[in-house]
């Protein structure tokens, strides 16, 4: 089982409010595979571990650029709720995205396809 991190979204996770995560890479993730999340799975300190969350089994996997939460009002809004973000619209949701993400350095525009996956949760594993 793959570990994915959770460090922007832990809380969201935790009270099971997100049920879609956007992702650089991630291109090859098939459905019905399993996620281990965690708070964070890459520059842990000597003395750390790991910080599981909660299991996730992906149900959809596709590209799309963050363009089109800004395009479609409706859809923009019903995403950034699924991401666990109900209060902001889809520009909000995209300009977030991408302050907090890069790629090479360089950051992001609403144009660049990006991975959406979404999920369910796994109870007992």
């Not at 399993?34 to 996730?56: A, F, M, S, T, Y």
């Not at 149900?59 to 902001?88: C, H, K």
Request: aromatic share 8%.
């Amino acid at each position: 089982m793959k570990n994915i991190a959770a460090s922007l979204t832990k809380a969201q996770f935790r009270d099971r409010t997100k049920g879609v995560t956007r992702r650089l890479g991630w291109k090859n993730l098939q459905p019905g595979e399993l996620l281990q999340v965690c708070e964070k799975c890459q520059g842990l300190k000597p003395g750390e571990h790991l910080v599981k969350i909660c299991v996730i089994r992906v149900t959809e996997v596709r590209q799309e650029s963050l363009n089109r939460m800004i395009s479609d009002e409706a859809y923009g809004r019903a995403e950034a709720a699924l991401e666990g973000f109900p209060e902001m619209t889809g520009r909000e949701f995209a300009c977030f995205f991408t302050k907090t993400h890069s790629e090479g350095g360089r950051q992001l525009t609403f144009h660049k396809p990006i991975t959406r996956i979404a999920f369910e949760y796994v109870d007992g594993v």
